[in-house]
């Protein structure tokens, strides 16, 4: 291989694989206006990232559903999150899966740095095969520390030994590309799979141009 870059980090959720909480609740709270309110004032992205960081479904959920004990539906909600936590899955992003088999043929060294339960990310590796293509993964759940805070990339350096001047870190946020940036990454914020293959090739990994996409 002629590239200089030796490595890619994949972020997962929003560039491998497609997750949002709407797909379950659009089954629970047909309700727009109804469901809008309960995945921003009730079951809100502060409340998850506690399952990023390591808490457990059942301790953050018992203490969630214990705010409203008289209302056994919305309790109900709560809980729905855990025990119907694979219905927040769409697929995989299929263009980007195919970019990640690409490089893995070529021998581009892989990992993957993501915000996600240690408790649910085994179960999706069993959903998502192509996330054993993956030398290493650090999971925020596991770690007890997620992006963008400086520490988990940092623990991504010393458990992988790859040199970020010579590693492209990819990710659907730009505000976990910024600590990535500042350790030496060169960065790309996703947002197709088409884009990202065109910038992967810009900067010299062994990509088909398009591949027919």
Same mark, same amino acid.
């Given at each position: ?21 709407e ?8 309700n ?51 025990? &119907?936590? !694979?219905?927040?899955?769409?697929? =995989?992003?299929? #263009?980007?899966?195919? %970019? @990640?088999?690409?490089?893995?043929? +070529? ?5 993957a740095?993501t ?38 990339y ?13 590693a492209i870190?990819?990710?659907? &946020?730009? !505000?976990?590309?910024?600590?990535? =940036?500042?350790? #030496?990454?060169?960065? %790309? @914020?996703?947002?197709?799979?088409? +884009? ?10 062994p ?7």
């Amino acid at each position: 291989m002629t590239a200089s870059f030796t490595s890619v980090v994949f972020d997962l959720g929003g560039v491998l694989i497609d997750w949002d909480p709407e797909y379950l609740y659009r089954k629970l709270i047909p309700n727009d206006e109804e469901r809008h309110d309960f995945l921003t004032k009730v079951c809100t992205r502060e409340w998850h990232n506690r399952h990023d960081k390591g808490v457990s479904f059942a301790d953050n959920a018992r203490e969630l559903s214990e705010k409203y004990p008289n209302d056994p539906r919305l309790r109900s909600l709560i809980y729905a999150w855990g025990e &119907r936590y !694979e219905e927040m899955f769409s697929g =995989s992003i299929q #263009g980007s899966v195919k %970019i @990640l088999e690409e490089l893995n043929d +070529a021998k581009v060294a892989l990992y993957a740095l993501t915000n996600w339960s240690a408790e649910y990310y085994p179960k999706a590796c069993k959903s998502f095969p192509f996330l054993f293509l993956f030398k290493d993964a650090v999971v925020s759940g596991e770690e007890h520390v997620m992006k963008p805070d400086p520490q988990i990339y940092e623990i991504l350096l010393e458990r992988t030994k790859i040199d970020p001047r010579r590693a492209i870190y990819i990710d659907d &946020r730009k !505000e976990n590309l910024l600590p990535a =940036s500042a350790l #030496g990454f060169t960065t %790309i @914020l996703f947002t197709t799979p088409e +884009a990202l293959r065109a910038e992967l090739i810009r900067h010299r990994l062994p990509l088909a141009p398009m591949c027919g996409l």
